[in-house]
T-cell receptor
Framework: DAKTTQPTSMDCAEGRAANLPCNHS???????VYWYRQIHSQGPQYIIH???NNETNEMASLIITEDRKSSTLILPHATLRDTAVYYC???????????FGTGTSLTVIP | GAVVSQHPSWVICKSGTSVKIECRSL??????MFWYRQFPKQSLMLMAT?????????EQGVEKDKFLINHASLTLSTLTVTSAHPEDSSFYIC??????????????FGPGTRLTVL
């Protein structure tokens, strides 16, 4: 079962930062947080992942709270092509399975 | 990045027939592949975990005799939907990982296969 909760939908103005929150209050010590996104009728695309420290790559930044019970994905300058469903996933310790939650449908508005 | 392909990208079949979907890792050897199903406006649901050379592990509620999974090589897993019915119409997505000791293993997803059963 998914161990994450996310808002159902969010809007963001083009060019502004999009901040997508995720709660994972039952996360265990060495479970990773992954973020993927899915554009309509395509397979999910990897964005970023982290354990404890904040992470940044060419696509986004991941901010994980000190207690690890929540995280925020930041798209620094949202474009129309960032419109997608964003999934926050906690990978369990016991395997590599991903259990997807409902995700956040992000709409970037011109 | 690693590429995973699926074939076909879409298929339409008659009720009662069987459909095979292929999932290939194109530039790496995948020790483990996963199969997901996604209904319209819903999230991805994990169906099964497929390990090369061994039987697949199915999630609770997924019928193993209906959804046959074969992972005969490190680059190919197949999902066969047997005796398909309209309620099996869905978007089927596979993913693959290469398990390396000490590394955190990212899943690479295929583009999905749209199955429509008439």
């Amino acid at each position: 079962d998914a161990k994450t909760t996310q808002p159902t939908s969010m809007d963001c103005a083009e060019g502004r930062a999009a901040n997508l929150p995720c709660n994972h209050s039952t996360i265990s010590g060495n479970e990773y947080v992954y973020w993927y996104r899915q554009i309509h009728s395509q397979g999910p695309q990897y964005i970023i992942h982290g354990l404890k420290n904040n992470e940044t790559n060419e696509m986004a930044s991941l901010i994980i709270t000190e207690d690890r019970k929540s995280s925020t994905l930041i798209l620094p300058h949202a474009t129309l092509r960032d419109t997608a469903v964003y999934y926050c996933i906690v990978r369990p310790n016991t395997g590599n399975q991903f259990y997807f939650g409902t995700g956040t449908s992000l709409t970037v508005i011109p | 990045g690693a590429v995973v392909s699926q074939h076909p990208s879409w298929v339409i079949c008659k009720s009662g027939t069987s459909v095979k979907i292929e999932c290939r890792s194109l530039d790496f050897q995948a020790t483990t592949m996963f199969w997901y199903r996604q209904f319209p406006k819903q999230s991805l649901m994990l169906m099964a975990t497929s390990n090369e050379g061994s039987k697949a592990t199915y999630e609770q509620g997924v019928e193993k005799d209906k959804f046959l999974i074969n992972h005969a090589s490190l680059t190919l897993s197949t999902l066969t939907v047997t005796s398909a019915h309209p309620e099996d119409s869905s978007f089927y997505i596979c993913s693959a990982i290469l398990i390396l000791a000490g590394l955190n293993n990212e899943q690479f997803f295929g583009p999905g296969t749209r199955l429509t059963v008439l």
